[in-house]
């Protein structure tokens, strides 16, 4: 986020952010509440962290970014948190792994939620006795920041979870994967000059800044997303065989790594089944494909003889068809606007460093909280990433 | 290449294409008579080929997609040849690994060049008797495959040769760094819509084709390349040092792999050397810098204050400033042009599956033959590549 | 352990049994109260287990190899636990992959406790209402195993507790290192054959049978163990940078993973400091050196002139000095003694299979308990590892 | 070498000496007639060598150790290739990574055999101008070096042409695997004390010196070696598919690599293929088994309800039965014999500093010079090689 040019909307009351402050961080503690005390410490890969990491890292972005050097009698909590929970801000100084955050047994997790508690008493004040417009921002990208993580962390933990030969059921009320396609057809998109990012006094982030014109070929879109019955029947017609439907890359990669079938699949006396956090259960044809990369999601289209849309034509589109079931991988390279700034200091480092070699993702999960949606979302993965929930829109 | 768009020039007689394809050919064979016979064998990394097969698989080419099929009375050179010299396309079959080039010792380096006489003589009957428009055509993307390979050859037999630690000198003739400016200031461009991609009646590849219109915003186009000199300041400066400066991947490759210093640098006695064809000479700090990777072309132009043009802003204004010294790392991914079509069979697999996860490169170098030079040419590479001739150009 | 050779002492008695299981099996539970919840999901590498899985495994034994075909009314406590608490035995069926010991969050740690609950009444039960001999003998292996697993449990979790950047500070009571020696001098040898091996009734493992005969020629044994001092002048004469000390696989191995000291050691203000149960505190030179490889051990000895002893002069001589505070490496390789045969099911997958590539050690160390002590036992560990008590005995 | 314990036998004259030295370096360069001149570039991994690179080497050891410091008016061949033929002796410097031999594009073949006849004129003119009895013996060293590389050079070399998809048949005379067993049943050995070690004035390696006692048990000792028939019956019978034949290390090594047949075996038409110098041929089932590693060794005796001997019990009963038809493997570590010592400078790296996880192999294979054999040789290589000429001998 650049603090310069984002700015609170002028009738956001003090109480309206402290409320909103509130709600937010409670619900990250809500979300946890559905796993065990171990299940917090889970991390199977480098790319995943546990869920006690991920309740302390966001705490710590409020302790280190606003509360130290803002909060008038603020205490840190304690200064070992300051390496042991920072992500990647080189400008912050050093940090642990990102592969062993999985050895963080101290704090416990209790004292992670006191970290949080004491935090959030340290904020509320910090707000309440009437914080600068500078800090009230910096503090609203503290909250989307908490936002991301908090869709990391069903994710990450769904990844972690997998890995046992159990496939424990964690939770009947979590359902990332059980939804059905509302819509069906072709949109047709005209030809000409589309105004691309963000407008408006409301939050986005850096990334989407930089308004600008991008001219579009006439396109179609489809207003459905894949099913996981078309994604069945891919592969039953060979689609993970046959290297004329995949990147050059992509083919090395499931030849590599034996990938034959989307993340989480299995096959259980013959049925498809997927695993969920409600355990193992069969695949529903009817609902909407998930879990894929972008390898699979490029291979499946030019299977279909039909392409994925441009992260523009998907904006341009965004008003005229349901989306925010699934994180939809466009065909577009994530790179900066025109006019693309990287703020100064650590927020700095928020998301211009990442600006290659990954895909843009758009639209929204039923892991993302519906207050950090947006049409000018620039979501980006690299393109072998299958944990988050993905799914295919067709154009052509 | 989409053999059903592209046209051979209505005008090119057989004996005008008869002679291209000798010279071309020719050129070859020509290069290579700098090389030692034991130099031919030389493959220090998987992406890199040695020239013995550089010189057959050229040839294999012109055999196994023109006349297997189409030349009467022609006889096989070796039925054998087929897997040793296929070099990616699956189409056709088991390939010998990739990194396992080296291990080719027979054909002996003479085998390899009377298969070559075998196939131009193939070549030149067929053509002369006759060949259909189709046919030429193919034999065009023949003699323009060869001279990609004319590059790769120069610039992977100079990387073999570099992991001798003694340097050796080879040739006096070949020189592919020692260019200087000859041009300077900024190049102002409007905004507006502009045409992208090949028209006319020459050979282009299948990724230049689908011209189309694209939106630019305003932008300057710096009319140099940067300088030895230049870099030598960025690096002086600590540029190597702070993470600042770099995409994140970036950093984790230069940490990585310890690097610190254009690929060829060398310290002699506290001087920058640089190794060439003609061995280890002083750098020159008013010659054009070249072997870099695209992260230290980004890094460096992040450290200026400025950024790296587009593949579309660059072929803009590619009419008004001098070009060919080096290729030019674009901020543009390598990706379909809007309405790209993947041709049928083996052909196809030229360019469409390599795009992701590379970035695009315009211009030329001094390794690339005058003729294979267009304005419309898009070159890629990934992000880490430094082996070939590539240089910094800076927009903002 | 072969079973048809090793017998209960005659003189055991069922009560003796019963109270010796019950002894062994709290003493497990007794360490593990020094460790917090969250320590017991540490696993920071592949060949170090969590604590929480160590309480289960040795459970799992017991409840696999006894109560599953013996006991009557047995319940199985929870049937995946036999998949999930395997470790090597390829007998039994699939295992989880070592390496991903740390991703079982459930069982929790209460429930893990609750299952050596479980299976401690069903074993008492057993064992009280007349166990047969062979049963006894098994259950006997059972203890003699989890013996062995109390001292992995208390090095796996340092190494593990190691890898946070605050050093925690987790019992004042657990100290491994704090050990000096109380003999100095030499034992002088002498020539002839030696009964090599295990005799008498009480319990040994497989690979101690076969009592053989050995000529040894003459040989001197220090008395003392090398002490932190003597090692830091190695280090400081310049060991760990000269290549004579060295195996060629040890040079190897400490160029590339940049080893230069003992596991656990730092330098905190220009003053060494050792990792301990107790937080990071100053070496002192007086005390036993101690987390040591072979392939340092070896460098030590022959940079002194001297030579390890194999592992028939320690047991020759192992009534003439004291031992019980390092395991020593020995120069013998860890292989089968004369008429050594395997064990007929899972119990036989004990010993032999890993008797190659591994070093014998000798004695035994502080973590290792008294009961669990003789003078014939043949610990073997891989020429790498440091992260057991070991230490260096010397020999010329 | 130990040069202070060998002598040169007193009846050495100088003429013979320089006949013999001309003799063996002859026949390197009479094995090499065989090769094309590019095979003498290939290099397929890092644990061979190209055939140029055993050339150069073996006469590098000859100027490097000999004439540099001896040879009066001897003028270096050039000075570079000090660093570019150096083997493994960090004593002398910088040496190229071995697993970039094949880099080594100059010098040229013909350079190099230009190299040998400078190296042996020096060496000549040193010899008959009456070399002291120290350089001779340093000289017969390098001599038997240069046998132990004219081995390696036939068996690295088949290793890297089996990499060709081709299988080049290059030779009708170098035949390492047709060999039958010419005797039957087995010897009987008594217990007792037996002298291990070289003896007498002749050659031999320092490894093999300090000749001491050994106690043996009594043991069976099999006359014939494993044949090919046998070892089908062991592949047919399921010993690659059953874990409880193997090591725990070896059979990661089967599943990891996919291994299920001797190195160089392949089946055509259903047939067992094996690959010589003379193409790929059937397997002749009555032929002995070659290429096996130490794990498969193994396995095959534990299949057979057998063992393999120890070097001891080799040595002891080496008079009684045939052998020097295939590198034995023992079941016996590489390790210091009593009172081994290693000489000062670069020749005392010849030995000691491998003597650690690798197993000792008695006898010769037809790859060795005869003039190269005795019965107290100990070859020695890790338990995973297989490209060298090994069989199986059983005990019990």
Redesign the interface.
């Known amino acids: 986020m650049s603090q310069t040019e984002y700015s609170l909307q002028e009738n956001t009351s003090i109480t309206d952010f402290s409320k909103r402050f509130e709600t937010i961080r409670n619900y990250t503690e809500h979300l946890c509440s559905n796993f ?4 917090h ?4 890969d480098f790319f995943v962290s546990p869920p ?1 990491w991920h309740l302390a890292h966001t705490t710590w972005f409020f302790e280190e970014m606003i509360l130290k050097s803002n909060g008038k009698n603020y205490e840190i909590f304690d200064e ?1 948190f300051s ?2 929970f920072n992500s ?1 801000y ?2 912050i100084g ?1 940090r ?1 792994a990102r592969d ?1 955050r ?5 704090p ?2 209790k004292e992670a939620l006191a970290f949080r508690s004491h935090v959030n008493s340290g904020m509320k004040q910090l707000i309440e006795n009437g914080a600068s417009k500078e800090l009230l921002e910096l503090a609203e990208l503290g909250l989307q920041h908490e936002q991301q993580h908090q869709e990391l962390l069903l994710t990450d933990l769904k990844y ?2 997998y ?4 496939y ?1 059921n964690v939770s009947k009320t979590i359902d990332l994967v059980g939804q059905k396609n509302t819509e069906a057809g072709w949109l047709e998109v005209e030809e000409g ?1 589309y105004e691309i990012g963000h407008t408006g006094k409301e939050f986005c982030f850096d990334n989407e800044m930089g308004q ?4 579009l ?1 006439p ?1 179609q879109f489809r207003k459905s997303l894949v099913t996981n019955g078309e994604f069945i029947e891919f592969m039953e017609s060979g689609g993970y065989e046959q ?2 439907h ?6 090395a990669w499931i030849q590599g790594n034996e990938i034959a079938k989307p993340l989480y699949w299995q096959k259980v006396n013959d049925v498809w089944h997927q695993y969920t956090y409600n355990g193992l259960r069969p695949v529903n044809p009817e609902e909407i494909l998930t879990h894929i990369s ?2 699979e999601a ?1 291979a499946f289209a030019q299977w279909k003889g039909m ?1 994925l849309p441009t992260e523009f034509e998907w904006e341009a589109a965004s008003n005229h068809f349901h989306w925010g079931d699934r994180w939809e991988w466009t ?3 994530y ?2 606007y ?2 693309f700034k990287t703020s100064e200091g650590a927020v ?1 480092e928020y998301n211009g ?5 990954q895909m843009v993702l758009r639209g929204a999960s039923k892991a993302t909280s519906q207050s950090h949606s947006r049409k000018t979302y620039r979501n980006f993965f690299p ?1 072998d990433a299958r944990w988050q929930c993905t799914g295919i829109r067709l154009a052509k």
Chains 1, 2, 3, 4 share one sequence.
């Not at 065990?36 to 299940?39: K, L, N």
């Not at 410490?41 to 199977?44: E, P, R, V």
């Open positions: 065990s005390e171990d299940d410490m889970l991390q199977a006690k070992t390496l042991l990647y080189e400008t050093k642990i062993k999985h050895l963080i047994s101290r416990s997790l972690s979870l890995q046992s030969p159990m424990p000059i600008h014109r991008v001219f070929e396109f290297f004329k995949w990147h050059d890359e992509g083919w972008f390898f490029a392409r065909n577009s390279a790179l900066a025109p006019g700095g460093k990442f600006m290659i070699n393109t």
